[in-house]
């Protein structure tokens, strides 16, 4: 898979979830696991599988008469591929926003926010941001490269 065309629909990240969480399964394992209010049938599960297949995301090997579908990527690397994605879709000046406001809607432990705590220590910080959305051009008159954020 090129990882710059990371393109991972949400009913598709939830049929991931559930092979990252049980490592390798048959269609009526993860059918099982789909949740019930989601009203999925079998068939809605197979043609999410077979995408997922053709995207390389995962392996099926026939086993009998069933198949198993294994991940062919690790649930941490398709989570850095998605935010990797958000960031490139937002304008730099408001990366800070995206941060703080996944942080204001995660549950988060003490040894979390040490983490965080850590890493934005360890950050290199730089004297400015500037607005990348007409990168193209060089000429952006985009209002939010001049908002003061109140502190």
């Not at 019930?36 to 392996?59: F, N, P």
């Not at 890493?119 to 051009?137: I, P």
Request: charged share 30%; net charge negative.
């Amino acid at each position: 898979m090129n990882e710059s065309e990371f393109n991972v629909s949400n009913a598709e990240l939830i049929v991931m979830r559930v092979i990252w969480s049980l490592e390798e399964a048959r269609v009526d394992e993860i059918y099982q696991q789909i949740p019930q209010d989601l009203e999925w049938s079998l068939a809605t599960v197979k043609t999410l599988l077979g995408r997922l297949v053709k995207k390389e995301m995962l392996s099926t090997e026939k086993e009998g008469r069933k198949f198993i579908y294994r991940p062919l990527m690790e649930e941490c690397t398709a989570i850095n591929l998605m935010a990797d994605n958000l960031l490139e879709k937002v304008c730099a000046t408001k990366h800070v926003n995206i941060l703080q406001d996944m942080i204001d809607k995660s549950v988060l432990t003490a040894q979390d926010i040490e983490k965080l705590t850590q890493a934005l220590s360890q950050k290199e910080t730089v004297s400015e941001k500037h607005c990348n959305c007409l990168e193209v051009t060089g000429s952006c008159a985009c209002k939010h490269e001049h908002e003061q954020i109140a502190v």
